[in-house]
């Protein structure tokens, strides 16, 4: 098997169509990976099959410097 069936096969087990249109069901399943070199790739295939269209946000992980300390 291919890299991208083993993908296909994986995606559909783990979220079929009726788990896919259901976001409470979906909330329960997961993809543990050992290395996190295709998780990514695996994530964008997963985004691909959800209907309607996705928005991205994005974050800042740092602190703002305080003009005084308490």
């Known amino acids: 098997m291919t890299r991208d069936s083993n993908f296909e096969d994986t995606i559909n087990f783990l979220f079929p169509p009726h788990v ?3 976001a409470e069901t979906c909330l329960q399943r ?3 990976s050992p290395l996190n070199i295709y998780v990514d790739e695996f994530n964008d295939k997963i985004l691909e099959k959800l209907p309607g269209d996705f928005q991205s946000y994005f974050s800042l992980d740092s602190l703002k410097e305080a003009d005084h300390t308490i």
Do not use: M
């Open 30 to 32: 997961a993809f543990l």
């Open 20 to 22: 896919l249109e259901d």
